[in-house]
């Protein structure tokens, strides 16, 4: 599969499988023994725990749990309308059956937006949120994420790179070849690009979720790069009326500034969550 778990350094990695309502779901977890904080990360929409791979050296003060969400990564696809409430009744059993309690959860792009509409369900839930370019806010799909999708339906090399770099929206930037080649083994496996337009459609018929920012009630960080062209950082404007809410911007960053400046995105989150 492909699987590059091990190539960074952190405390204890470790990879397993772990069954949720019914799904073999992979996970990647960090234990360090003296840590009194739980971060979750939640991918975006087709990636996998590897998306976060740059950040996973930086996180060695905490224990971090990253599933692959179900339906992506080399978790099982089933064929099933993928809903907002099937992936938040898979992180109830997901948080439940790993035990996991009060954690900061990370969440980049659509992982944010299940971030939030899981904490919105679960006020008390998360310690603390972080928002990374959430989904939830755009009206209609930027060429950007257009882009991204064709690339998911259409996973050649050219095509994956192609998207890869237009989400980064910097042209010093340099898409990593691990990266491409995995994410095209697993678009290219079984029900992978079923569950991403099953997710995708999920996506576009919950509107409801930018009226409901305001029941925002714990600690959040919004993160947004200055460059971004899959969801445009004036989205971070629906987020700026809350008093728990922090909002960044990155500069010269696009979608995924934990991806493009890690060590620079680490040092803001780690002002955020220490404080």
């Not at 397993?16 to 971060?39: N, Q």
């Not at 790069?225 to 971070?236: A, F, L, Q, S």
Request: hydrophobic residues 40%; glycine residues 6%; aromatic residues 12%.
């Amino acid at each position: 599969m492909g699987l590059v778990v091990n190539q960074h350094k952190n405390s204890n990695p470790s990879m397993d499988f772990i069954e949720i309502l019914g799904y073999k779901i992979r996970y990647v977890m960090f234990d360090c023994p003296e840590a009194k904080k739980t971060i979750v990360l939640l991918h975006g929409l087709g990636a996998s725990a590897e998306r976060w791979a740059d950040l996973w050296p930086l996180l060695k003060k905490y224990n971090v749990i990253i599933p692959d969400l179900v339906g992506f990564g080399y978790s099982e696809k089933p064929l099933i309308e993928y809903t907002i409430d099937f992936f938040v009744r898979f992180l109830e059993e997901f948080f439940e059956k790993m035990q996991i309690r009060n954690p900061i959860v990370i969440g980049s792009s659509f992982g944010g937006q299940l971030a939030l509409e899981y904490s919105l369900l679960h006020n008390d839930f998360f310690e603390k949120i972080i928002l990374v370019s959430p989904a939830g806010t755009l009206e209609k799909p930027t060429y950007g994420l257009s882009q991204y999708i064709f690339s998911g339906l259409y996973p050649t090399f050219e095509n994956i790179r192609s998207s890869f770099q237009m989400m980064a929206n910097n042209d010093e930037y340099v898409v990593d070849e691990i990266t491409v080649k995995d994410y095209m083994n697993r678009m290219r496996l079984p029900n992978a690009k079923y569950s991403l337009i099953s997710t995708l459609l999920a996506m576009r018929k919950d509107q409801t979720l930018r009226k409901r920012l305001v029941e925002i009630s714990r600690p959040t960080l919004v993160i947004w790069g200055r460059n971004d062209t899959t969801i445009p950082v004036e989205n971070i404007e629906y987020f700026k009326e809350m008093p728990v809410v922090e909002t960044v911007i990155m500069e010269e960053c696009g979608h995924t500034p934990y991806v493009e400046k890690p060590t620079e995105f680490y040092q803001v989150i780690e002002k955020f969550i220490d404080s």
